[in-house]
């Protein structure tokens, strides 16, 4: 995932890194707002959301 933004970045492709990054941040949000009601609270919930983001559903 880093690479791709770097990569994109470093074409001048700044439209395409932003709508990349904004996937991967409403992602987490999402998958943190699941975590959070499935009632794990704190650094538990904050795994689990960063699990289900960059470790592709390890967390499920």
């Given at each position: 995932?880093?690479?791709?933004?770097v990569l994109l970045a470093w074409?001048?492709?700044l439209v395409a890194v932003g709508m990349v990054?904004?996937?991967s941040?409403?992602?987490f949000s999402?998958?943190?707002?699941?975590a959070y009601a499935d009632e794990d609270h704190g650094?538990?919930?904050?795994?689990r959301a960063?699990?289900?983001t960059f470790g592709?559903?390890?967390a499920f």
């Open positions: 995932m880093i690479t791709a933004l074409h001048g492709k990054s904004a996937v941040l409403l992602w999402a998958a943190f707002a699941w650094r538990h919930a904050l795994q960063y699990n289900s592709w559903g390890d």
